[in-house]
């Protein structure tokens, strides 16, 4: 079955870290690109990180010296750490995997991280 799932979200204080993580079944993963995304309540979904087959890297200037994105070909799965977080990174956290000069184009269900005092 083709399917990323991911875990890791909650509650967190301001200046508190959290680490996403998405774990990814029935697909090639080292294959892919992967990527965080986010939606906050009226906002449309933007891009948060993404890492590519080789490891490249790409981030938000917004999250930019806060978050890093990684991932374990071995399992299968790709995380987010996050940390210093702010009220402003409250959103639903999606996992994404494209597979490259492909239309195959995946989303996990979505993760819900709010950043509260």
């Known amino acids: 079955q083709v399917q990323l799932v991911e875990s890791g979200g909650g509650l967190v204080q301001p200046g508190g870290s959290l680490r996403l993580s998405c774990a990814a079944s029935?697909?090639?993963?080292?294959?892919?690109?992967m990527g965080w995304y986010r939606q906050a309540p009226g906002k449309q979904r933007e891009l948060v990180a993404s890492?590519?087959?080789?490891?490249?890297?790409n981030y938000a200037d917004s999250v930019k010296g806060r978050f890093t994105i990684s991932r374990d070909n071995a399992k299968s799965t790709v995380y987010l750490q996050m940390n210093s977080l702010k009220p402003e990174d409250t959103a639903v956290y999606y996992c994404?995997?494209?597979?490259?000069?492909?239309?195959?184009?995946?989303w996990g269900q979505g993760t819900q991280v709010t950043v509260s005092s």
């Open positions: 994404n995997a494209v597979l490259p000069t492909t239309t195959h184009n995946l």
């Open positions: 029935g697909i090639i993963f080292r294959l892919y690109t």
């Open positions: 890492i590519t087959f080789s490891s490249s890297t």
